[in-house]
């Protein structure tokens, strides 16, 4: 995806939580796991993290599925080379959890840093 400044991402399904860490902990792992897979180009662990019913809203309003998302990553046309996260925080309401959090990334068909402010919205 070339050129958003701002995104959205919702509808990350977390299947099972452990009781071994706190649920704000596991999410904050998850995310990493999310973004390390995504600089390594590991789509089976994305496959794995996204949800089905996944999608991503860009700042122009497209929403872009799952199998959307994951055929524009292995066209490789913009690969994220690095990724690094700051200010995030989980909040849990029940069953789902809200994850904002600022995302700062190089892609190689970019030659910008692009900065987001992001917010995933898992559920159980």
Do not use: H, N
Request: with cysteine; proline share 4%; hydrophobic share 45%.
């Amino acid at each position: 995806m070339k050129g958003p400044t701002i995104t959205v991402v919702l509808a990350l399904f977390i299947p099972c939580l452990a009781t071994a860490q706190s649920v704000e902990q596991q999410l904050k792992k998850l995310e990493l796991q999310w973004f390390d897979a995504e600089v390594k180009r590991d789509f089976a662990a994305l496959d794995r993290i996204m949800a089905d019913d996944y999608t991503v809203t860009d700042p122009a309003g497209v929403v872009i599925a799952k199998a959307e998302e994951m055929a524009s990553l292995k066209l490789g046309e913009d690969v994220v080379v690095s990724m690094a996260l700051s200010d995030m925080k989980v909040r849990v309401y029940g069953d789902t959890a809200v994850v904002p959090y600022v995302g700062a990334q190089k892609e190689s068909g970019w030659q910008k840093r692009r900065l987001s402010l992001e917010t995933d919205a898992p559920r159980r």
